[in-house]
């Protein structure tokens, strides 16, 4: 039989500091909400403007959740997880008060 | 403090005292009747009445979320019609007789196959090859004695040879030894009229109002969270499209293009499935207890959906439960690598170890090119900048990531090729559906599951046979989110592009 090539490697995400470089615009965002909400708000930790902490602390905690929800786990764990919790896990039959009964085909106006 | 105010706050003491003490001797007596109307024989039917009640109750308002389907109903020449406006048309598929065709008819159908892939240039036109295996209690032996000829025009030891060679292959085939398999096509194509409604975000909100005060009427506004639940259900997640005569004549008339260009264009014998047939695979398909479809609308336009999702499918586990019937699913999640050939598959479809119901799925979903172009632009730069970032760390060029300089040298490869035309980008995926045996009771339950997570591990076992191939069961929340889009006819563009980026399965042809 002929042999074909598998690149299988050409859509392997580009990991930084274990976060991919698709996720690295959401820690971005992360960071920048954890750095200006406190200094719109003005809070101080014991006179100390709070962003200054924030700012990095939400970095750091984005970086490990980014690292958490991939480190040994399969491709979108965490999106099933979420889901998984959000959602019942019994899909039940559909009743007559449903109403499932509407047609795909508009009628005709008279 | 007068004499009058003194008998007034005795009166009042003593009135109080003898209510209290009423009272008390009260509670103690009600206390202990409530005990003994427990422990009383009548407490057991009382208990039943409450049993019974909440089972009533449950009968218009069961547990769970309502399961839904993206079919809508059955068009006259035999397309399905979804919510979303969409058309799937279904086709049985001629399998070759034998294993042992000539290599190169076999690499010839292959590379038709492809160009017939790259060869769609719609966007997110779906192909599912559906491969469903079933144990044959027999039906072949009978179907090849129903074709001989008059055995009394047959040589007598000749006869004699053959029956004794049936009577043993039907002895092999009461003992489950023998599979029989099915193959079908399914192609889903997304179709949009400039008359549909907005699927924009605004759009939808505007259809939920209307239909959160319709619910809110219906249901009252003490019922306002499940009001809510019910027409975002309504309005969201089951949004359906509507249309005219005439614009579902057009839009069905553009998707019929593509059905023919693959009918066409396909290596393969492809044999559409008539309303009836296809009515009767997506009934049974999504209704695991039933053995027959009942009959199907004649009306045009006939909402399908009640009698497809009027069956319970739950768990939270390692597999579900669909009506009677457990299932798992086995995934490919990595395809083999470097290399694959024609027949790789055939491990799994004619593996004598895989004797019991499961179906195996190959999806295909067709690409806007030039999207896809531009996203290998973009990890090239994104695999640039890390590479650059490695040297800037490490002049010594052997502490390069050897992965990387791999990735890169595929993609300059692929670029090229689709540039000068010679390939085009799709998605693909795979994933095996296991089917255990239908239970009635809760030790039947746990036989059909122990046979199940066998099942699936000899299906994981076939995977693994392909060299570089990286397979495994679901796990229990990936489970709960791929099965649905697994039924026939369930091939869902939204989410099956959604599920297929999870896998970096994204090949070229």
């Given at each position: 039989?002929?042999?074909?090539?598998?690149?299988?490697?050409?859509?392997?995400?580009?990991?930084?500091?274990?976060?991919?470089?698709?996720?690295?615009?959401?820690?971005?965002?992360?960071?920048?909400?954890?750095?200006?909400?406190?200094?719109?708000?003005?809070?101080?930790?014991?006179?100390?403007?709070?962003?200054?902490?924030?700012?990095?602390?939400?970095?750091?905690?984005?970086?490990?959740?980014?690292?958490?929800?991939?480190?040994?786990?399969?491709?979108?764990?965490?999106?099933?997880?979420?889901?998984?919790?959000?959602?019942?896990?019994?899909?039940?039959?559909?009743?007559?008060?449903?109403?499932?009964?509407?047609?795909?085909?508009?009628?005709?106006?008279? | 403090?007068?004499?009058?105010?003194?008998?007034?706050?005795?009166?009042?003491?003593?009135?109080?005292?003898?209510?209290?003490?009423?009272?008390?001797?009260?509670?103690?007596?009600?206390?202990?009747?409530?005990?003994?109307?427990?422990?009383?024989?009548?407490?057991?039917?009382?208990?039943?009445?409450?049993?019974?009640?909440?089972?009533?109750?449950?009968?218009?308002?069961?547990?769970?979320?309502?399961?839904?389907?993206?079919?809508?109903?059955?068009?006259?020449?035999?397309?399905?019609?979804?919510?979303?406006?969409?058309?799937?048309k279904a086709y049985r598929v001629k399998m070759?007789?034998?294993?042992?065709?000539?290599?190169?008819?076999?690499?010839?159908?292959?590379?038709?196959?492809?160009?017939?892939?790259?060869?769609?240039?719609?966007?997110?036109?779906?192909?599912?090859f559906r491969?469903a295996?079933?144990?044959?209690?027999?039906?072949?032996?009978?179907?090849?004695?129903?074709?001989?000829?008059?055995?009394?025009?047959?040589?007598?030891?000749?006869?004699?040879?053959?029956?004794?060679?049936?009577?043993?292959?039907?002895?092999?085939?009461?003992?489950?030894?023998?599979?029989?398999?099915q193959l079908t096509l399914w192609?889903?194509?997304?179709?949009?009229?400039?008359?549909?409604?907005?699927?924009?975000?605004?759009?939808?909100?505007?259809?939920?109002?209307?239909?959160?005060?319709?619910?809110?009427?219906?249901?009252?506004?003490?019922?306002?969270?499940?009001?809510?639940?019910?027409?975002?259900?309504?309005?969201?997640?089951?949004?359906?499209?509507?249309?005219?005569?005439?614009?579902?004549?057009?839009?069905?008339?553009?998707?019929?293009?593509?059905?023919?260009?693959?009918?066409?264009?396909?290596?393969l014998r492809l044999q559409p499935l008539a309303?009836?047939e296809l009515?009767?695979a997506?009934?049974?398909?999504?209704?695991?207890?039933?053995?027959?479809?009942?009959?199907?609308?004649?009306?045009?336009?006939?909402?399908?959906?009640?009698?497809?999702?009027?069956?319970?499918?739950?768990?939270?586990?390692?597999?579900?439960?669909?009506?009677?019937?457990?299932?798992?699913?086995?995934?490919?999640?990595?395809?083999?690598?470097?290399?694959?050939?024609?027949?790789?598959?055939?491990?799994?479809?004619?593996?004598?170890?895989?004797?019991?119901?499961?179906?195996?799925?190959?999806?295909?979903?067709?690409?806007?090119?030039?999207?896809?172009?531009?996203?290998?632009?973009?990890?090239?730069?994104?695999?640039?900048?890390?590479?650059?970032?490695?040297?800037?760390?490490?002049?010594?060029?052997?502490?390069?990531?050897?992965?990387?300089?791999?990735?890169?040298?595929?993609?300059?490869?692929?670029?090229?090729?689709?540039?000068?035309?010679?390939?085009?980008?799709?998605?693909?995926?795979?994933?095996?559906?296991?089917?255990?045996?239908?239970?009635?009771?809760?030790?039947?339950?746990?036989?059909?599951?122990?046979?199940?997570?066998?099942?699936?591990?000899?299906?994981?076992?076939?995977?693994?046979?392909?060299?570089?191939?990286?397979?495994?069961?679901?796990?229990?929340?990936?489970?709960?989110?791929?099965?649905?889009?697994?039924?026939?006819?369930?091939?869902?563009?939204?989410?099956?592009?959604?599920?297929?980026?999870?896998?970096?399965?994204?090949?070229?042809?």
């Amino acid at each position: 039989m002929q042999e074909y090539p598998m690149r299988e490697r050409i859509y392997l995400p580009v990991v930084r500091f274990g976060v991919p470089h698709t996720d690295w615009k959401y820690v971005f965002l992360i960071t920048m909400a954890g750095f200006v909400l406190p200094f719109l708000f003005g809070f101080t930790i014991f006179g100390i403007p709070a962003p200054m902490f924030t700012g990095i602390g939400t970095l750091g905690l984005s970086v490990a959740f980014f690292n958490l929800i991939r480190m040994g786990r399969r491709p979108y764990w965490f999106q099933h997880k979420l889901r998984a919790c959000l959602s019942s896990h019994v899909k039940r039959r559909a009743l007559p008060q449903d109403n499932l009964n509407q047609s795909w085909l508009r009628p005709k106006k008279r | 403090m007068d004499a009058l105010t003194i008998i007034g706050i005795a009166f009042v003491a003593l009135t109080g005292g003898i209510g209290l003490g009423l009272g008390l001797r009260l509670l103690r007596i009600g206390g202990r009747a409530r005990r003994d109307v427990k422990r009383s024989a009548q407490a057991g039917a009382n208990a039943s009445t409450m049993r019974d009640e909440l089972a009533r109750r449950r009968l218009s308002q069961p547990h769970g979320s309502r399961r839904t389907t993206s079919i809508h109903g059955l068009t006259r020449n035999g397309l399905l019609r979804h919510a979303d406006g969409s058309y799937t048309k279904a086709y049985r598929v001629k399998m070759e007789n034998t294993l042992y065709a000539d290599d190169a008819s076999v690499d010839r159908n292959y590379n038709e196959l492809a160009r017939l892939l790259a060869s769609i240039r719609q966007r997110g036109v779906v192909l599912q090859f559906r491969h469903a295996v079933h144990p044959d209690p027999g039906r072949a032996i009978k179907r090849h004695l129903e074709a001989q000829s008059q055995p009394k025009d047959a040589y007598m030891p000749a006869r004699m040879l053959h029956t004794m060679d049936v009577a043993g292959l039907e002895a092999e085939a009461r003992c489950s030894n023998y599979q029989e398999a099915q193959l079908t096509l399914w192609i889903r194509v997304p179709a949009r009229h400039a008359n549909d409604s907005s699927r924009a975000r605004l759009g939808a909100l505007a259809a939920f109002l209307p239909a959160l005060a319709k619910e809110i009427r219906r249901q009252g506004a003490l019922r306002f969270a499940s009001a809510v639940a019910t027409s975002w259900t309504r309005t969201n997640r089951e949004q359906l499209t509507v249309r005219a005569l005439r614009d579902e004549r057009e839009c069905m008339a553009r998707a019929s293009q593509i059905f023919a260009h693959v009918e066409h264009s396909s290596p393969l014998r492809l044999q559409p499935l008539a309303r009836e047939e296809l009515w009767q695979a997506v009934y049974l398909g999504h209704r695991m207890n039933e053995h027959a479809a009942p009959r199907l609308p004649q009306v045009e336009g006939a909402d399908i959906r009640q009698p497809l999702c009027a069956e319970d499918i739950k768990g939270d586990g390692e597999y579900l439960l669909h009506g009677r019937t457990p299932v798992g699913i086995v995934s490919l999640f990595h395809p083999p690598t470097p290399i694959v050939t024609a027949d790789m598959m055939r491990l799994l479809t004619a593996n004598p170890n895989l004797v019991f119901d499961h179906t195996t799925i190959t999806e295909f979903i067709t690409l806007d090119q030039e999207q896809a172009k531009r996203e290998l632009k973009s990890q090239v730069k994104s695999l640039s900048r890390a590479q650059s970032a490695t040297s800037r760390r490490s002049p010594d060029p052997d502490a390069d990531d050897p992965e990387a300089g791999v990735a890169r040298s595929d993609i300059k490869n692929l670029r090229t090729d689709v540039s000068g035309g010679r390939a085009a980008l799709i998605e693909a995926r795979c994933y095996t559906v296991v089917y255990g045996q239908p239970a009635r009771n809760k030790e039947e339950l746990r036989a059909s599951i122990a046979s199940l997570d066998s099942y699936c591990r000899h299906v994981t076992a076939a995977f693994g046979k392909l060299s570089g191939a990286d397979a495994g069961r679901e796990q229990p929340e990936a489970l709960r989110a791929l099965y649905h889009q697994s039924l026939p006819g369930e091939l869902d563009t939204r989410r099956t592009d959604e599920n297929s980026k999870r896998r970096p399965h994204r090949s070229h042809v």
